[in-house]
Structure formats: structure tokens, C-alpha cells
């Protein structure tokens, strides 16, 4: 079983629609987890980092966290071209930080 | 800005090489990290260090070592060069503290035939 999980892509979403994109990691003593977005041919850069559970709000991105399901999810709302990138859901144990092999996500206009 | 600075962008090497990619991040950061990104397969780990002298293997350490002699420099070494390991290499650093987020480089494409 792979350590860290998301849903198969791509997935397309109109633009100004919700994207949803999960994650399932395995470890259960898991601290803390980080949404990352990577556009084609750059090197990932962070969303947003969620420690406790429940919701965590940025701007148009929420995380929601629930240790006992071991899931972690993104909402995108009012998605935009500029959303169209992979995202990388990384999960973190002790010093390893560990990452799923991502979901691409295309805001069609 | 944290600055993490991957010297080589764009690498070919032939089979059987020594090949060096150095990194260097510019905040005092204790940890520092070497994947490897492959389509499909997401960002694998290869090495991380915790400290100057310190490493730990990842998932992936076979046919890779590394080298961290100053805190600022992380240093990753294919032996002997082969083309399954052509591939997108990706540095990272982060503040000791094991939720602190990570930062990465650019990244090092490289190709060896």
C-alpha cells in the first residue's frame, strides 16, 4: 500500500466551479499535511498546511483534515484558469515527508 | 525569501558516469531532502539529512548516495550513472521542526544515455 493516496486525475471542472481532489495516507501517527501546487515544468510550491482536524480556509482554497478516516481533501471554489496544475498532497511522519503522486486539475474557460 | 539553489538545471551523462547535483539553501535550515519526480509516480524520496553530517536513506536510495559536510550543501552522487535513473531531481530544505513547510529548488532535469 502506497503510503500517500489521491484520486486518480485528470480531473476538469469548469471555470468558477468547485474542484474536490483527495488524499489517503497510511500512516496513522501522520502530524501534519501540506497541499502543494506544481505547474508543468516548475518545482511544487505550498498551498496550504493543515495540522488538527477539521476545515482550514485561504482564500478560495479550503483543507479539510480527518485523522480517524486518515483523509485529507482541497477544495478549490471559483476556479480559474491559473488553477490549472498538478497537486501534490504530501504527508508528514517524524523528519519524512511523504507525497502522493499528485491530481492534475484543468479549468476549462 | 528562503532560497534553495539547485547549481546544474539541465544534465545529459552517459551510462556509467559519476554524476554530482549540489544544492544549497541560504536560510539555516536543519533539514534538507533529495527526490526524484517521474511521471505517474509522484515525488519520491531518495535521501534526507536532519542535520551537518547526518542522512537517512528514503524509499528510493539505491544507486545514490549523499553528501552533507556544511550545513548549507546538500550534495547528491549517482556512483555510476544508468538510464533508469533519468529523471526530474527536486532539492528541498525546511526548519528543523518537522511540521515547518518545505521549500524547494528548481529542479535538476536529467537525462542519461
Known amino acids: 500500500q502506497k503510503e500517500v493516496e489521491q484520486n486518480s486525475g485528470p480531473l476538469s471542472v469548469p471555470e468558477g466551479a468547485i474542484a474536490s481532489l483527495n488524499c489517503t495516507y497510511s500512516d496513522r501517527g501522520s502530524q501534519s499535511f501540506f497541499w502543494y501546487r506544481q505547474y508543468s515544468g516548475k518545482s511544487p510550491e505550498l498551498i496550504m498546511s493543515i495540522y488538527s482536524n477539521g476545515d482550514k480556509e485561504d482564500g478560495r482554497f479550503t483543507a479539510q483534515l480527518n485523522k480517524a478516516s486518515q483523509y485529507v481533501s482541497l477544495l478549490i471554489r471559483d476556479s480559474q484558469p491559473s488553477d490549472s496544475a498538478t497537486y501534490l498532497c504530501a504527508v508528514n511522519n517524524d523528519y519524512k515527508l511523504s507525497f502522493g503522486a499528485g491530481t492534475t486539475v484543468t479549468v476549462r474557460a | 525569501d528562503v532560497k534553495v539553489t539547485q547549481s546544474s538545471r539541465y544534465l545529459v551523462k552517459r551510462t556509467g558516469e559519476k554524476v554530482f547535483l549540489e544544492c544549497v539553501q541560504d536560510?539555516?535550515?536543519?533539514?534538507m531532502f533529495w527526490y526524484r519526480q517521474d511521471p505517474g509516480l509522484g515525488l519520491r524520496l531518495i535521501y534526507f539529512s536532519y542535520d551537518v553530517k547526518m542522512k537517512e536513506k528514503g524509499d528510493i536510495p539505491e544507486g545514490y548516495s549523499v553528501s552533507r559536510e556544511k550545513k548549507e550543501r546538500f550534495s547528491l552522487i549517482l556512483e555510476s550513472a544508468s538510464t533508469n535513473q533519468t529523471s526530474m531531481y527536486l532539492c528541498a530544505s525546511r526548519l528543523g521542526v518537522a511540521g515547518n513547510t518545505i521549500y524547494f529548488g528548481e529542479g535538476s532535469w536529467l537525462t542519461v544515455v
Open positions: 536560510m539555516d535550515h536543519e533539514n
